[in-house]
């Protein structure tokens, strides 16, 4: 599976932003697709997540009320929205799908995920 993340970029504090991550190549495996960020200096983060069936969503606690995830309706694209984004929320963003079916699914684990797009960079900044 091909990831493509894009819609980063320079936003002010309070901003939204909008991220969507493109799958192609055999997207029947997709598990779940979720989003990790790196700001500078810190490890990858788990941010939200998608089951790619049914469709449950996961939130770290910094994203809870803030963003949201979808899938795009019968397509293969997921968007994370981000709204009153802070300073704090600076980093290179990532998608990345899980496509083994494995016996336990921890979204929150980068080593659960077998696919990973390239980042996309956010920046808030006054």
């Known amino acids: 599976v091909q990831l493509q993340a894009s819609g980063g970029g320079l936003a002010q504090p309070g901003d939204s932003l909008r991220l969507s991550c493109a799958s192609s190549?055999?997207?029947?495996?997709?598990?779940?697709i979720s989003w990790f960020r790196q700001a500078p200096g810190k490890e990858r983060e788990f941010v939200a997540g998608?089951?790619?069936?049914?469709?449950?969503?996961y939130y770290e606690d910094f994203a809870k009320g803030r963003f949201t995830i979808s899938r795009d309706r019968g397509g293969n694209t997921v968007n994370l929205q981000m709204n009153s984004l802070e300073p704090e929320d600076t980093a290179v963003y990532f998608c990345?799908?899980?496509?083994?079916?494995?016996?336990?699914?921890?979204?929150?684990?980068?080593?659960?995920?077998?696919?990973w797009g390239q980042g996309t960079q956010v920046t808030v900044s006054s």
């Open positions: 998608l089951r790619w069936g049914g469709g449950s969503t």
């Open positions: 190549g055999g997207t029947f495996r997709i598990i779940v």
């Open positions: 990345a799908a899980v496509t083994r079916p494995l016996e336990t699914i921890v979204v929150e684990h980068q080593s659960t995920y077998d696919s």
